[in-house]
């Protein structure tokens, strides 16, 4: 089986191309990167080492997608996946990841080939997230038992980010419609463990641990600073092996959307985090507080596994502990390459 991985130097897309090469008997992995991202020059070299070829460039080009060859399947990674840079760099989110994916989408129509898209539970409705959690409660801890379902609203506002997400998701049915291009759409969660090169909008779980590890500055930003917003959180196997068992499955289930996170078992709240973080470095560290909130955050949010346990027979294996404890090693064990991402 011939699988590309695009954004293949980034956090998912390492971690998965390594772990499919090493589980899919004579499959052969290549991914598309332009290293952009922080960080991604050090996952090439992980891709090097276990012989998986990166093809260089911009997604956004097409005349060089089309001559990479052809592929049994294509696993979208590649992403601007931060949300303030749709603010900063509204041009960037939209050429990699509406642009990306349609181009994505022209090659498999070229190839017959199938796509497995990871898309962001940030397509869901900012205004309806919103009222989850009444802000006054944030001074507080939350105990509210909500999970996200697939049928939660779409509607805008939901940041550039997601709106170029929710697009391209989009473009995928049409394309499904148009020329039977069979698809899955993974609305993820907070995914995290190591070769996440964590920032503070995007990849918090690592930025915690190791700014903790190296006893650096940190923030509560927004809701008050109280650090009470919550998030479910998943480890990076238990997705390598969801996708893993889609792939298998390919051929029974497809054209679904999915929402895979940690769910209520894997909630936890920024303050949650520091006592966790401080309990596993025995490190203890300052954490300011900045009080106002961006128009783009949200107060809560946690996965509804139902669809995808009941399509699978499947559920999250990994819970905080061993995510923190494996993020912890990862930055102990490449200290020296590591210690200036954080
Ligand atoms: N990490 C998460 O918590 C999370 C949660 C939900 C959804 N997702 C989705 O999963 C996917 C992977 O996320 P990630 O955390 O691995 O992000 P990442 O930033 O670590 O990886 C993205 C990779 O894409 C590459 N890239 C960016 N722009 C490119 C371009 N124009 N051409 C070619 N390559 C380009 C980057 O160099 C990087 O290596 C994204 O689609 C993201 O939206 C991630």
Known sequence: MKILITGGCGFVGSNLSIFLKNKIKKS?????????????????????ENKIQNFNFDIANY?????????????DCCAEPAIEESIKNPDNVFNTNLLGTFNILKKCTEDKTNIIFLSTSRVYSIESLNK???????????????????????SSPKSLYGLSKLASEELIKEFNYMHNIKYLI?????????????????????????????KKKLAYIGYGGH???IRDIIHIDDVCNIIFRQI?????????????????KNKISLKELTILCEKITKNKINIAKKIKTSQFDIPYYVTDNKKISKYYNWSPKKNINDILVDTKN????????LIKFF
């Open 248 to 264: 298998t499955k390919f051929s029974k289930i497809n054209n679904h959307i999915f929402n895979i996170g940690g769910s209520i």
């Open 227 to 229: 650090g009470n917003q």
């Open 63 to 75: 005349n060089k997608l089309k001559k990479t060859g052809k592929f049994n399947l294509i696993i």
């Open 132 to 154: 989850i959690i009444k802000k006054k409660n944030l001074k507080n801890k939350i105990y509210s038992k909500v999970k996200i379902n697939e049928n939660y609203s779409t």
């Open 186 to 214: 993974n609305r993820f969660g907070v995914i995290a463990g190591p070769w996440q090169f964590g920032k503070q909008d995007q990849g918090f779980v690592s930025l915690w641990v190791g700014k903790h590890i190296y």
């Open 330 to 337: 990862w930055i102990l064990k490449y200290n020296k390459l």
């Open 28 to 48: 052969k992995i290549y991914s598309l990167d332009n290293l952009s991202r922080n960080g991604s020059k050090i996952n090439l070299q992980r891709l090097k």
